[in-house]
């Protein structure tokens, strides 16, 4: 396969340049956020730390880190580091607690950005010649406008679709001959099913690649759109925080997404002691925006827990690749001993054939932890004996004690029947009491 | 020639069962005959009723995981040793049965057995060879 990149120079720096790079820009943008951003400032002040102490990358750890709160007790403009009459753009995400995140952009920032949403689509094999269909939604949220400035970048005849509208989506798509399409993975799955109740077989429809993101997904999702629109699926990652996505995209290998490392400096730490964790380690991902001008976030703590892994890739990038996000270090349960993902379950019920319908309830009895795991049924799951239903509650949780390492009791209970707030199912209950 | 069953999960909460035999009262379906099997968990209700294609879409309705099974129904009389024979015929056939309850009829002094069995084809043709009466949708109606 013939290898293309949107900039070869960048994209395939040798990793000691991109180092070197990544230090020199480093050094400017603490100054910068501590000349421009006072809250910022106090938080360095606290720590003891000046603009001064920062030669390079190796100087990282000292800086503080930046939360989900700070930006909170920060709304709207404590964040800001350029003056508004600068700024072109603000985009913005709801928190799941609390304020909204709103992110102000300069053109630079823009450009940025948008560079690298051109990155993906060009590693997904776009070119001008492509015509690229972004079913993300647009507006406040970062995904349209994002992939959107992406594809123009690239020269693709952009179908500026939004999402929804789904029968329209396809028509667009089957009419105009959409050869990349760039949508979360779940709307992805619904356009699949939609074309195929449409009559549509995957040979129908003129996708070759798709640029999927802004939400968990796995492997087995990846499988179906793949057979359902006859396409590469690729992933995309980003947040609004850090600009939106495309901080890091996949490339032909499927087997992680390479950061921009000259814009996005990642690090692993540990949820709990925000110790920095070597390279391979499983802890949380940690972003400084390296010369992002109005809104440059300094070590923020992104939740997600995922590896870091610099291998030489057959595609020729020399960035370093993040695994696929495998829970959200405020998910993550400790179940004797053992660290449990709530994603890890999903994984084994879409595996297993069931919806993504379950409830974890773990609790103490003496000194072991019990850990439940309640499942709703289809009714092709249900079965009329009472042997049939504790086979499949078994067969359960033997895959999910393959995957995790620890025995749960499953429970195959009824379709709706596990409790929901505000439409979202309450996937953890855990009633120990280990702190008091 | 056959039976349906409506099965239906119940999850063990008081009241659980109730709700379902009010629903299928509401919309003026009968239960012939009824048997559970329960667990700590849950139960499985396994239902005869007057009206399976009402029973199916209130039930279904109000969110209730249901099943229609086939199974057989066997008229067995008021004679001592009857169910023992019919039990023994399924036996000689080599026909593996998963579970069976029982039902009177109202109209004359008649039991009659519901069977679930791995083969139901097989088992009525046995069942039939042996004179046994066997019954249908159509018949539990009239019983
Ligand atoms: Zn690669």
Redesign the interface.
């Known amino acids: 396969m013939e290898k293309r990149y949107y900039q070869p120079e960048i994209e395939t720096m040798p990793v000691e340049e991109i180092k070197k790079l990544q230090s020199e820009k480093l050094v400017k943008q603490v100054r910068h956020v501590y000349d421009n951003v006072p809250y910022y400032r106090n938080l360095m002040e606290e720590k003891g730390v000046t603009p001064d102490d920062i030669h390079g990358i190796e100087d990282l750890h000292k800086l503080p880190f930046l939360t989900k709160a700070d930006l909170r007790d920060a709304y709207p403009y404590g964040l800001l580091a350029k003056p508004l009459k600068d700024c072109v753009r603000i985009q913005s995400t709801s928190g799941t607690t609390g304020r909204r995140v709103v992110a102000f952009y300069t053109q630079h920032d823009i450009d940025l950005w948008e560079d690298c949403c051109a990155r993906a689509i060009v590693a997904a094999g776009g070119t001008e010649e492509d015509v690229c269909q972004v079913a993300y939604g647009y507006g406040l949220f970062t995904g349209g406008p994002g992939l959107n400035g992406g594809s123009h970048k690239v020269g693709c005849l952009t179908l500026p679709m939004s999402s929804g509208f789904t029968e329209r989506q396809i028509q667009f798509m089957t009419d105009l001959n959409a050869t990349i399409l760039c949508c979360t993975p779940s709307y992805a799955a619904y356009i699949g099913e939609t074309a195929k109740e449409m009559g549509l077989t995957p040979d129908q429809i003129p996708l070759k690649a798709g640029i999927f993101g802004a939400e968990p997904w796995t492997e087995e999702m990846r499988r179906g759109i793949e057979a359902a629109l006859g396409i590469k699926a690729y992933d995309i990652y980003g947040l609004t925080e850090t600009s939106g996505p495309g901080v890091s995209f996949e490339c032909s290998e499927q087997t992680g997404m390479h950061i921009n490392e000259d814009h996005f400096l990642a690090e692993i730490i540990d949820p709990d002691t925000g110790e920095v964790l070597p390279e391979g380690s499983k802890g949380e991902l940690v972003f400084t925006a390296l010369d992002k001008e109005a809104f440059p976030l300094l070590r923020y703590r992104t939740r997600d827990i995922c590896v870091l892994t610099r291998k030489p890739c057959s595609c020729g990038r020399t960035h370093i690749k993040m695994s696929k996000p495998m829970g959200r270090s405020d998910d993550m349960m400790i179940i004797r001993g053992v660290n449990v993902f709530p994603s890890q379950i999903e994984t084994v019920l879409l595996q297993e054939g069931y919806q993504p319908n379950y409830q974890i309830v773990v609790d103490r009895v003496g000194n072991n932890d019990t850990f439940e795991v309640n499942v709703e ?1 289809n ?1 092709d799951q ?1 079965e ?3 042997g049939g ?2 086979a499949r509650e078994k067969a359960l949780a033997d895959a999910m004690k393959a995957i995790l390492g620890i025995n749960p009791k499953v ?7 596990i409790t929901r707030s505000e439409g979202k199912a309450v996937r953890v209950i855990d009633k120990r009491k280990l702190h008091d | 020639m056959s039976l349906k069953q409506l099965t239906v999960f119940v999850e063990n909460k008081p009241g659980a069962l109730v709700a379902i035999t009010d629903t299928l009262a509401e919309h003026k379906v009968n239960i012939r005959a009824l048997s559970i099997a329960d667990t700590q968990e849950f139960g499985i209700l396994r239902l005869i009723v007057s009206d399976n294609d009402t029973a199916l879409v209130t039930l279904t309705r109000e969110g209730y995981l249901i099943k229609t099974t086939d199974v057989v129904g066997v008229k067995i009389g008021d004679q001592p040793g009857k169910l023992s024979k019919a039990l023994a015929v399924l036996d000689e056939a080599g026909i593996n049965m998963e579970y069976l309850y029982a039902f009177m009829s109202r109209t004359e002094k008649h039991a009659y057995v519901v069977l679930r069995v791995a083969d139901n084809a097989a088992a009525e043709t046995a069942l039939e060879a042996a004179g046994f009466h066997l019954i249908t949708d159509v018949d539990i109606n009239k019983l």
């Not at chain 1, 429970?411 to 029947?417: E, R, T």
């Open positions: 049924m009714p249900f009329d004996t009472v239903i504790t429970h195959l209970v009824a379709p709706k029947s």
